[in-house]
T-cell receptor, first 112, second 115 residues
Framework: QQQVKQSPQSLIVQKGGISIINCAYENTAFDYFPWYQQFPGKGPALLIAIRPDVSEKKEGRFTISFNKSAKQFSLHIMDSQPGDSATYFCAARYNQGGKLIFGQGTELSVKP | DAMVIQNPRYQVTQFGKPVTLSCSQTLNHNVMYWYQQKSSQAPKLLFHYYDKDFNNEADTPDNFQSRRPNTSFCFLDIRSPGLGDAAMYLC??????????????FGSGTQLSVL
C-alpha cells in the first residue's frame, strides 16, 4: 500500500510557467514533509520542507502548500526554468524512528 | 565539499559475485541509511544504523547486509547479486531520528550493474 501518493507522474511546462506537483498521505504519524530534487545520475537533494503546523512555506521560486485536514501537500515552482528539469519526490517522515517514505516521483520537463 | 561520499560511482559485478559498496560522511551524523532506487522508482529504504544499532527493514532481502565500523563509514554488502539487484544505491545520513535533526543528506549514489 502506497503511503504517499504523488501526481502527476510526468509534467511538461513551458519556461516561465508554474509547475505544480501534488502529494497525499494517509498516516497521521508523519510530522515532516520534505521535497527532494533529483537530477539523472545524482542522489536526491533536499529542496524544501514543511511541518504540519504550517500551511505554507516559500523559498525563492519554490513553495509548499500544506493542507493538514485533507492530508495533502503540494510543490509549486514559479517561473519554471529549463534548469528545473529533474525528478521531484515528495516524502513524509514518521515522527518516531525517522523513517522517510517517498512518493513515486514526478519527472518535470521545462521547455525553453 | 562533498559531505556524504559514495564509492565507487559505478560498479559492475557478475551474477552471484559478492560486492561491497562504501559510504563515508564528514558530518559526524549519528544515523546512516542505505536506500535502493531502481530506474524511475522512488528510493526504498533497506536499513539504517543509529550509531552501532542496526535496523533492518522487514522486506529487505537477507542477501543485503551492512556494516558500520565507525561513525564515518558504512558499507553495503550484497552477498549474491541477482539481475534484479541492479539499481542505484544511495547512502544518506541524518543527525538524529527525531526532532529537528531528521534532515537527510544523500550521497550521489553508486550505480550497480549485474552481468
Amino acid at each position: 500500500q502506497q503511503q504517499v501518493k504523488q501526481s502527476p507522474q510526468s509534467l511538461i511546462v513551458q519556461k516561465g510557467g508554474i509547475s505544480i506537483i501534488n502529494c497525499a498521505y494517509e498516516n497521521t504519524a508523519f510530522d515532516y514533509f520534505p521535497w527532494y530534487q533529483q537530477f539523472p545520475g545524482k542522489g536526491p537533494a533536499l529542496l524544501i520542507a514543511i511541518r504540519p503546523d504550517v500551511s505554507e512555506k516559500k523559498e525563492g521560486r519554490f513553495t509548499i502548500s500544506f493542507n493538514k485536514s485533507a492530508k495533502q501537500f503540494s510543490l509549486h515552482i514559479m517561473d519554471s526554468q529549463p534548469g528545473d528539469s529533474a525528478t521531484y519526490f515528495c516524502a513524509a517522515r514518521y515522527n518516531q524512528g525517522g523513517k522517510l517514505i517517498f512518493g513515486q516521483g514526478t519527472e518535470l520537463s521545462v521547455k525553453p | 565539499d562533498a559531505m556524504v561520499i559514495q564509492n565507487p560511482r559505478y560498479q559492475v559485478t557478475q551474477f552471484g559475485k559478492p560486492v561491497t559498496l562504501s559510504c563515508s560522511q564528514t558530518l559526524n551524523h549519528n544515523v546512516m541509511y542505505w536506500y535502493q532506487q531502481k530506474s524511475s522508482q522512488a528510493p526504498k529504504l533497506l536499513f539504517h544504523y543509529y550509531d552501532k544499532d542496526f535496523n533492518n527493514e522487514a522486506d529487505t532481502p537477507d542477501n543485503f547486509q551492512s556494516r558500520r565500523p565507525n561513525t564515518s563509514f558504512c558499507f553495503l554488502d550484497i552477498r549474491s547479486p541477482g539481475l534484479g539487484d541492479a539499481a542505484m544505491y544511495l547512502c544518506a545520513t541524518s543527525r538524529s531520528l527525531a526532532g529537528s535533526n531528521k534532515k537527510l543528506f544523500f550521497g550521489s549514489g553508486t550505480q550497480l550493474s549485474v552481468l
